[in-house]
């Protein structure tokens, strides 16, 4: 995979510098894309070795880029990993203090005191995920986790920062793949403060994320934007990209906007609030009972399918988490509040720092989810291995599958010679296996009722079998490139005419940001979302402990009063009524079964036969 640029396109930075992206950040962000250099320089670099204590290996100050790539390995199981200073108690809210007041008197996009948070994410999902994210708190009290005096540590290193100046840079990359041109626009925060500020999932020192762009060569050496890809936590594939024809793909001026989610800094196409889910995975046994119950509610009885689509994994949970993107703070980018500085580039020759430093960039907090350990830099993942968006970047977006525009064409040719030379060996192959046919045909034909003759009878009559089988797969074989031939030679006349296939034909479950109805709650609904769990728990303790001669019927009673609450709440009554109706059916049914087995069971049989008998009779009388 070698880095070129055509000729006509102009150098890597120019690349970069024509299709750079427009950032749109949330009110109340703190963090925004920085050099990694002066990052690097105001941390310390520690190593901790298995079964002992961290070391620091250079101290705050002495830290340079050239110095970060000469670190050694010290084994497989030794972890390096940068650490941000501790907040200077003596200045910290001095400096908090001026960098608030000169924000918001200079600057009134730029406040950070005005994020306010959306509807409850808890009244947004149901019971289970409910539980699952108060089990998640506790978990999160007995694992690492960042202490929260990093938070301020990192504000006061990063406002230090930019009191000496102002800047907004991302690292760029251009990569040649697979005739795909990949601008690369690595974007570093000092810091991730979702859990802290923004009610998220987790914190973390530093932050690594990504804008990719990808271009496609013209017969003229030229350039043109087809697809772009934004990364959002650790999704990949398919959904992550846009075409760049798609009008969910905002553009500025020919530079695609994202959409930065507060905290987490993960990238939106669209501005809005976004239900994270992380998912967890099921205890085996559990995950079976569950996929039968959901499969025969969903599937046999068909109750809330738009809601739950038949390939929604079983065998986790998820816990849900608000990604807040609204894009209503500063603006980073071409002819926006800000303005992006030149790039730092990490094109041939990648730079020694990103090559040679395979460790954390942040707290290594040991943490077993990985969630608040800091990330590795953009060339590796924490295990130390080269990342897939780095070595891979066209297959990381789902796009090692799509040709470019100018191959198209050729591709479609050249598969249609490849099926045409398959059909006519097809067609000879058949040929000869169907005369081979006819003559064990004739051979079984020839043997029969000679007693004899018996088993070369079978033997000729089993070949001709399998043989049949064997020719009848050829023949299907053969009438389905048949069709694949035709829908080619049509996809090609398509393309031709210049009609292009829909825009979102290539995605299966793309992120998309609440919708305002789904936004709506009132404070009752958020209350209700924020105590349910808690008084499910106690509810049940007191069944447990007062009505344990109704056990029963009290969990019964308390599952359906709990329903009808969570129902009311979410604007799903009718559907809830709907729903009892046929569970109490079920139930109704089960329960005549158990008193009245073997008479249903006579009824039943009685009843089958007198149908039988009646079409019967039906048919003779015809």
């Not at 540590?153 to 230090?160: K, L």
């Not at 109490?584 to 149908?611: C, D, M, N, S, T």
Request: proline share 6%.
């Amino acid at each position: 995979m070698a880095d070129r640029v055509p000729p006509d396109a102009g150098s890597p930075d120019a690349l970069l510098r024509r299709f750079e992206p427009v950032i749109r950040f949330t009110k109340g962000e703190w963090f925004y894309p920085m050099d990694a250099e002066p990052y690097v320089r105001a941390a310390s670099l520690w190593v901790r070795r298995p079964s002992e204590e961290a070391v620091c290996a250079v101290p705050a100050g002495e830290l340079t880029l050239d110095r970060l790539a000469q670190q050694p390995e010290d084994g497989a199981d030794a972890v390096h990993y940068l650490k941000i200073p501790p907040p200077n108690e003596n200045g910290k809210r001095g400096l908090l203090t001026r960098l608030r007041a000169r924000r918001s008197r200079t600057d009134p996009a730029w406040p950070t005191e005005t994020f306010r948070a959306g509807r409850g994410r808890l009244a947004r999902v149901g019971y289970v995920s409910r539980l699952a994210d108060a089990l998640f708190s506790l978990v999160l009290l007995a694992r690492g986790r960042v202490p929260g005096g990093d938070v301020e540590g990192a504000r006061v290193m990063y406002g230090r920062l930019m009191e000496k100046g102002e800047h907004f840079t991302y690292h760029g990359r251009v990569v040649n793949q697979d005739g795909w041109i990949v601008l690369q626009y690595w974007l570093f925060y000092a810091f991730n403060d979702w859990r802290s500020n923004f009610f998220g999932a987790n914190d973390h020192e530093s932050d690594w994320e990504k804008v990719f762009v990808y271009l496609s060569e013209t017969d003229s050496g030229g350039v043109i934007p087809e697809w772009a890809a934004y990364a959002a936590h650790e999704e990949t594939g398919d959904d992550l990209r846009r075409r760049w024809d798609d009008p969910e793909l905002e553009k500025v001026d020919g530079h695609p906007v994202v959409y930065v989610c507060a905290g987490s800094h993960a990238s939106r196409y669209s501005a809005g609030e976004y239900l994270t889910e992380l998912a967890f995975p099921l205890p085996r046994a559990f995950a079976a009972v569950r996929r039968a119950v959901r499969t025969f509610w969903y599937r046999t009885l068909r109750q809330y399918t738009e809601e739950h689509p038949a390939d929604r994994p079983y065998e986790r949970f998820t816990i849900p988490f608000v990604d807040y993107g609204r894009g209503d703070g500063l603006s980073v980018g071409p002819g926006q509040d800000r303005e992006w500085d030149p790039p730092r580039l990490m094109t041939d020759p990648t730079p020694s720092w990103v090559a040679g430093y395979r460790g954390l960039w942040g707290l290594y907090t040991r943490d077993p989810f990985e969630g608040e350990d800091a990330p590795a830099g953009p060339m590796y993942d924490r295990d130390k291995t080269v990342s897939r968006e780095w070595y891979d970047p066209v297959g990381w977006a789902g796009l090692d599958k799509v040709p470019t525009r100018a191959e198209q064409f050729d591709v479609i040719a050249r598969r249609r010679a490849g099926i045409e030379k398959r059909r006519a060996l097809l067609r000879s192959e058949i040929r000869e296996k169907s005369g081979q046919l006819k003559a064990l045909g004739m051979d079984a034909e020839a043997t029969r009722d000679r007693s004899y003759l018996r088993k070369l009878h079978e033997t000729h009559t089993r070949r001709a079998e399998e043989l049949s089988v064997e020719v009848a797969a050829m023949r299907a074989e053969l009438s389905e490139d048949e069709v694949l031939d035709r829908a080619l030679k049509n996809h090609a006349e398509r393309l031709e005419s210049g009609e292009r296939s829909p825009v979102h034909a290539h995605m299966s479950h793309p992120a998309r940001p609440t919708s305002e109805a789904e936004n709506r709650s009132g404070r009752i609904a958020q209350f209700w979302a924020s105590i349910s769990i808690a008084v499910v728990l106690l509810t049940l303790i007191g069944i447990v402990a007062y009505e344990r001669q109704h056990l029963l019927s009290a969990l019964v009673l308390a599952i359906a009063a709990f329903a009808f609450i969570e129902a009311s709440f979410r604007g799903r009554l009718t559907r809830f009524i709907a729903s009892a109706n046929i569970g109490l059916a079920i139930v109704g049914f089960l329960v005549l079964l158990q008193e009245y087995f073997w008479q249903i069971i006579v009824f039943v049989v009685l009843g089958v036969g007198l149908y039988i008998l009646w079409d019967n009779l039906r048919e003779l009388g015809r």
